[in-house]
T-cell receptor, first 111, second 111 residues
Framework: SQKIEQNSEALNIQEGKTATLTCNYTNYSPAYLQWYRQDPGRGPVFLLLIRENEKEKRKERLKVTFDTTLKQSLFHITASQPADSATYLCALDNSGYALNFGKGTSLLVTP | DSGVTQTPKHLITATGQRVTLRCSPRSGDLSVYWYQQSLDQGLQFLIQYYNGEERAKGNILERFSAQQFPDLHSELNLSSLELGDSALYFC??????????FGPGTRLTVT
């Protein structure tokens, strides 16, 4: 069956460091992969999309890598700030239509 | 603010009842998606509509149904409610395959 796995343990890091979150998947051949941010009680917010033929994508302090051989994406936040504290969700396209989401990894950035 | 609106924000109802959740997509977006988020299951895709027609179905129970109207707003109907239906229900709209913009959600509590 299809699975999207994100580290269920919260990631605690110090302000200014780089946070790295992992998304692994099985039984998918996604055309693209996305990362979303979700704050408690609010809807997910789209951050980045990376296509299957792209290895890396950057947006400001965010960087995403996509390795279709390893079936893995890494999401990096450089120079992290307390305001980056949230849950980060990885999502894969489902035959080009809706998205299947991982359960997310909670990030806590402390001053 | 994503531009997607959902009403009501909160809904408390009893088992066996029926409720309707409403979503207005961003201006110009033809696709509407419905998702359910519970603590143990994460964000689960329910159903997608595109310009009034059902496009894809996910893990939607037979007790649930949806429709998209000519003005592109969508409604999700939940009937014969059970305690396990308590969750956050999100609507998302999409300008193109890939990006999805989520509304603030409706928190449903079934007692």
């Amino acid at each position: 069956s299809q699975k999207i796995e994100q580290n269920s343990e919260a990631l605690n890091i110090q302000e200014g460091k780089t946070a790295t979150l992992t998304c692994n998947y099985t039984n998918y051949s996604p055309a693209y992969l996305q990362w979303y941010r979700q704050d408690p009680g609010r809807g997910p917010v789209f951050l980045l999309l990376i296509r299957e033929n792209e290895k890396e994508k950057r947006k400001e302090r965010l960087k995403v890598t996509f390795d279709t051989t390893l079936k893995q994406s890494l999401f990096h936040i450089t120079a992290s700030q307390p305001a980056d504290s949230a849950t980060y969700l990885c999502a894969l396209d489902n035959s080009g239509y809706a998205l299947n989401f991982g359960k997310g990894t909670s990030l806590l950035v402390t001053p | 603010d994503s531009g997607v609106t959902q009403t009501p924000k909160h809904l408390i109802t009893a088992t066996g009842q029926r409720v309707t959740l409403r979503c207005s997509p961003r201006s110009g977006d033809l696709s509407v998606y419905w998702y359910q988020q519970s603590l143990d299951q994460g964000l689960q895709f329910l159903i997608q509509y595109y310009n009034g027609e059902e496009r894809a179905k996910g893990n939607i129970l037979e007790r649930f149904s949806a429709q998209q109207f000519p003005d592109l707003h969508s409604e999700l109907n939940l009937s014969s409610l059970e305690l396990g239906d308590s969750a956050l229900y999100f609507c998302a709209s999409s300008p193109r395959v890939g990006e999805q913009y989520f509304g603030p959600g409706t928190r449903l509590t079934v007692t």
